[in-house]
């Protein structure tokens, strides 16, 4: 018998996943164990295995997509098997169906209704395309047209710019990107529209536009289309246009707004520029594909013969060269990891009222200390691990820092689980180091290179990620002086390490060199008081200071 398989909720805060790639397709057999495909949770790309044997009979979301826990993303049975009615049952699937098996259902009216409903009329059957008012600028919720370019009935082409639009930086045009005649025009000179408004129609002459119309939203009352058969009003600019002119002043020449700023920004003299557009109006394309003629450049060169010979020579003026950059970017669409990240920490910054207290701590001892157990340990213990140490035994003697505030409680944990914040290509992972103040330096050196490698090759389990009571972010092997961390909910508590730095230090009187590493506490108000935050620190820096005590 058939069975759905679901989107499966591979961590404790993941509510949807992001199908990364399927290792089977529609029609291979599959085995218990083997694996489905790779599901792109908020923490990590994970493999999904098939808890059944069977054949891959349905398929219900696309590589790339994503879909929330809990809903059908595939269907395994016998080959052959009739699974149309585990779709109907799964209610979310159904929603997944392809476009083509989804048609029949879609037939069905509804049984009882007072009339019957019209037919929704297939809108990529009408020869017409809407034209909305676009978004110009990033701060833009409305445009006001200033000038139409054409009137209804008139025949348009795909670069021609329909009209000028006021926006809240600049007067731009819009190009409608469609050749037809402009059938509609949804709102006069003057008047306001808000981003996506329907402004115009452009299509086949003749053809019925009241279904986009009804479908896009009611255009403004005032607004009505006019009839086709408008007489056209030509203007007599065209015949001054034609004069040929190189004067320098060409704030007469009809040109729409983009193409005079562009002009002005390239030092074009628009009265050089042929324009395309009716009347012989200038726009965007015709500035951007003007190349200028070697006349100009003619006249510049016969000026100086022209000067009299007998005139004092003049000093040159300083010509810089033109320089003219290219603005370019790059997007990327938001992973599920730094969607969870962004939640997160935005909730805990905006939630939590975070404090801070930094302290000073003398690495000196922890620097030979250090390179003495190494010539003996049996892996190499870095000063992160003697960082992961010091906090879980000092967490011991300050439970307040191992706590958690749950809105009408507060937690207070008796076990020690420390998380190590770990920076991969994607975002971050905590991995958690648990029951940290029992174990030795050797056994925490070991757990933090073995979870750091399982998060680089994205290998990393979400138990593995789960539970911790304190949290240390170190920045040190980067050089950073000093830096704040933002809580990891729901622990109270971050730590920000940072480098050790070889700074002149005053020791019984006298200034002497001093390796000096600086850590600073984040703290939740709400669970956590200053002077608290500073005990901790305090016992911190006796154990780092003095760290045969970690061993103790």
Same mark, same amino acid.
């Given at each position: 018998?058939?069975?759905?398989?679901?989107?499966?909720?591979?961590?404790?805060?993941?509510?949807?996943?992001?199908?990364?790639?399927?290792?089977?397709?529609?029609?291979?057999?599959?085995?218990?164990?083997?694996?489905? %495909?790779?599901?792109?949770?908020?923490?990590?790309?994970?493999? =999904?295995?098939?808890?059944? +044997?069977?054949?891959?009979?349905? *398929?219900?979301?696309?590589?790339?997509?994503?879909?929330?826990?809990?809903?059908?993303?595939?269907? $395994?049975?016998?080959?052959?098997?009739?699974?149309?009615?585990?779709? +109907?049952?799964?209610?979310?699937?159904?929603?997944?169906?392809?476009?083509?098996?989804?048609?029949?259902?879609?037939?069905?009216?509804?049984?009882?209704?007072?009339?019957?409903?019209?037919?929704?009329?297939?809108?990529?059957?009408?020869?017409? !395309?809407?034209?909305?008012?676009?978004?110009?600028?990033?701060?833009?919720?409305?445009?006001?047209?200033?000038?139409?370019?054409?009137?209804?009935?008139?025949?348009?082409?795909?670069?021609?710019?329909?009209?000028?639009?006021?926006?809240?930086?600049?007067?731009?045009?819009?190009?409608?990107?469609?050749?037809? !005649?402009?059938?509609?025009?949804?709102?006069?000179?003057?008047?306001?529209?808000?981003?996506?408004?329907?402004?115009?129609?452009?299509?086949?002459?003749?053809?019925?536009?009241?279904?986009?119309?009804? +479908?896009?939203?009611?255009?403004?009352?005032?607004?009505?289309?006019?009839?086709?058969?408008?007489?056209?009003?030509?203007?007599?600019?065209?015949?001054?246009?034609?004069?040929?002119?190189?004067?320098?002043?060409?704030?007469?020449?009809?040109?729409?707004?983009?193409?005079?700023?562009?002009?002005?920004?390239?030092?074009?003299?628009?009265?050089?520029?042929?324009?395309?557009?009716?009347?012989?109006?200038?726009?965007?394309?015709?500035?951007?594909?003007?190349?200028?003629?070697?006349?100009?450049?003619?006249?510049?060169?016969?000026?100086?013969?022209?000067?009299?010979?007998?005139?004092?020579?003049?000093?040159?003026?300083?010509?810089?060269? !033109? /320089?003219?950059?290219?603005?370019?970017?790059?997007?990327?669409?938001?992973?599920?990891?730094?969607?969870?990240?962004?939640?997160? $920490?935005?909730?805990?910054?905006? !939630?939590?009222?975070?404090?801070?207290?930094?302290?000073?701590?003398?690495?000196?001892?922890?620097?030979?200390?250090?390179?003495?157990?190494?010539?003996?340990?049996?892996?190499?213990?870095?000063?992160?691990?003697?960082?992961?140490?010091?906090?879980?035994?000092? $967490?011991?003697?300050?439970?307040?820092?191992?706590?958690? /505030? $749950?809105?009408?409680?507060?937690?207070?944990?008796?076990?020690?689980?420390?998380?190590?914040?770990?920076?991969?290509?994607?975002?971050?992972?905590?991995?958690?180091?648990? =029951?940290?103040?029992?174990?030795?330096?050797?056994? *925490?050196?070991?757990?933090?290179?073995?979870?750091?490698?399982?998060?680089?090759?994205?290998?990393?389990?979400?138990?593995?990620?789960?539970?911790?009571?304190?949290?240390?972010?170190?920045?040190?092997? /980067?050089?950073?002086?000093? /830096?704040?961390?933002?809580?990891?909910?729901?622990?109270?508590?971050?730590?920000?390490?940072?480098?050790?730095?070889?700074?002149?230090?005053?020791?019984?009187?006298?200034? *002497?060199?001093?390796? *000096?590493?600086?850590?600073?506490?984040?703290?939740?108000?709400?669970?956590?008081?200053?002077?608290? %935050?500073?005990?901790?620190?305090?016992?911190?820096?006796?154990?780092?200071?003095?760290?045969?005590?970690?061993?103790?």
């Amino acid at each position: 018998m058939a069975e759905v398989v679901k989107m499966p909720k591979m961590s404790d805060t993941m509510t949807e996943g992001v199908l990364a790639k399927w290792h089977k397709k529609v029609g291979d057999k599959v085995k218990s164990g083997d694996v489905l %495909a790779e599901i792109e949770t908020d923490k990590a790309t994970m493999d =999904f295995e098939s808890y059944q +044997d069977g054949v891959l009979l349905y *398929i219900g979301i696309q590589e790339g997509a994503a879909a929330p826990v809990d809903s059908v993303i595939a269907i $395994l049975g016998k080959e052959g098997e009739d699974y149309k009615s585990l779709l +109907d049952q799964a209610g979310s699937g159904a929603a997944a169906e392809p476009a083509k098996e989804a048609a029949p259902a879609a037939d069905k009216a509804p049984a009882a209704t007072p009339a019957p409903a019209a037919p929704k009329v297939d809108l990529s059957s009408i020869p017409a !395309t809407v034209i909305r008012m676009p978004l110009l600028s990033d701060t833009m919720t409305e445009g006001t047209i200033e000038k139409w370019n054409f009137k209804v009935g008139d025949k348009v082409k795909a670069d021609d710019s329909l009209a000028d639009v006021a926006t809240d930086k600049a007067t731009m045009e819009v190009v409608g990107y469609e050749a037809g !005649t402009l059938l509609y025009i949804g709102v006069k000179e003057g008047e306001a529209a808000k981003v996506n408004d329907i402004i115009a129609i452009v299509g086949k002459e003749g053809t019925d536009i009241t279904p986009l119309l009804q +479908d896009g939203g009611s255009a403004p009352a005032a607004a009505e289309a006019a009839p086709a058969a408008e007489a056209k009003a030509e203007t007599t600019e065209a015949t001054a246009a034609a004069t040929e002119s190189s004067s320098d002043d060409d704030s007469r020449v009809k040109a729409s707004p983009l193409a005079r700023k562009i002009a002005k920004d390239k030092g074009i003299n628009l009265n050089d520029v042929k324009g395309s557009a009716e009347g012989g109006r200038i726009i965007k394309k015709d500035v951007e594909e003007y190349t200028p003629s070697a006349k100009p450049a003619a006249a510049a060169e016969a000026a100086p013969a022209a000067a009299p010979s007998a005139a004092p020579a003049a000093k040159a003026p300083i010509v810089l060269p !033109t /320089f003219t950059g290219e603005e370019k970017f790059s997007e990327r669409p938001v992973t599920q990891m730094r969607k969870a990240i962004s939640r997160r $920490l935005s909730e805990s910054l905006f !939630t939590a009222p975070h404090f801070y207290v930094t302290m000073s701590i003398d690495m000196d001892q922890a620097i030979t200390a250090r390179t003495r157990m190494n010539e003996v340990a049996p892996v190499k213990i870095s000063f992160n691990d003697f960082v992961v140490k010091a906090c879980a035994v000092a $967490l011991r003697q300050h439970p307040a820092i191992n706590s958690s /505030f $749950l809105g009408d409680k507060i937690r207070t944990n008796e076990h020690v689980h420390v998380g190590v914040a770990v920076a991969v290509d994607e975002g971050l992972l905590v991995p958690v180091i648990k =029951f940290a103040d029992g174990k030795s330096l050797s056994h *925490i050196s070991v757990e933090v290179k073995e979870f750091a490698g399982k998060a680089k090759s994205k290998k990393l389990q979400p138990n593995e990620m789960e539970g911790s009571t304190f949290t240390i972010s170190n920045l040190g092997m /980067f050089g950073v002086d000093e /830096f704040t961390a933002i809580i990891n909910t729901p622990n109270a508590c971050i730590l920000a390490v940072s480098g050790i730095q070889a700074v002149p230090v005053v020791k019984n009187g006298a200034v *002497i060199p001093g390796n *000096i590493m600086k850590v600073t506490l984040s703290a939740d108000h709400r669970v956590v008081d200053g002077a608290t %935050a500073a005990a901790f620190l305090q016992t911190l820096k006796q154990l780092l200071e003095e760290p045969v005590r970690l061993l103790i």
